[in-house]
């Protein structure tokens, strides 16, 4: 799939979740970016099967997912943490900002994110 467009169909992900063992998501759900401040924008939101066994720290779990989220445009590498309020974090790669949080486990997964053109 690709991250472009002006909305995100996200399928069944076969893998989503930020750890080895961590369990699948259920299917994401469409988010139009329209009234946000990326309104030619795309974006995606999951529901996680399991809030346990993500990566140490935000960055990493955007790394994780660009390589196994299931989902083509989302970069490799250059994540930044752009904010973080209690539980949850913002990273950003060039144009794709994912939205991190924070298990129980103190393990960190992607539940979301978008790409603004």
């Known amino acids: 799939m ?3 467009g002006s909305c995100l169909f996200v399928g069944l992900l076969a893998i989503t ?19 946000s401040s990326c309104a030619n924008g795309s974006g995606f939101a999951l529901s ?6 993500g990566q140490p720290t935000p960055v990493a ?9 299931g989902l083509t445009g989302i970069p ?4 930044r943490q752009v904010s973080r309020s209690g539980s ?7 144009a794709v900002t994912l939205h991190v ?7 960190w997964q992607v539940d ?3 790409r603004c053109p």
């Open 2 to 4: 690709d991250v472009s």
């Open 76 to 79: 490799a590498e250059g994540w």
């Open 48 to 53: 996680l099967v399991s809030d346990r066994g």
């Open 101 to 107: 949080i924070q298990g129980p486990d103190r393990t």
């Open 17 to 35: 979740a930020c750890g080895s063992n961590a369990a699948p998501a259920a299917p994401a759900t469409v988010v139009h970016t329209a009234g």
């Open 112 to 114: 979301g994110g978008n």
């Open 61 to 69: 779990a955007a790394a994780w997912f660009a390589r196994h989220g």
């Open 88 to 94: 949850g974090a913002t990273v950003k790669s060039g």
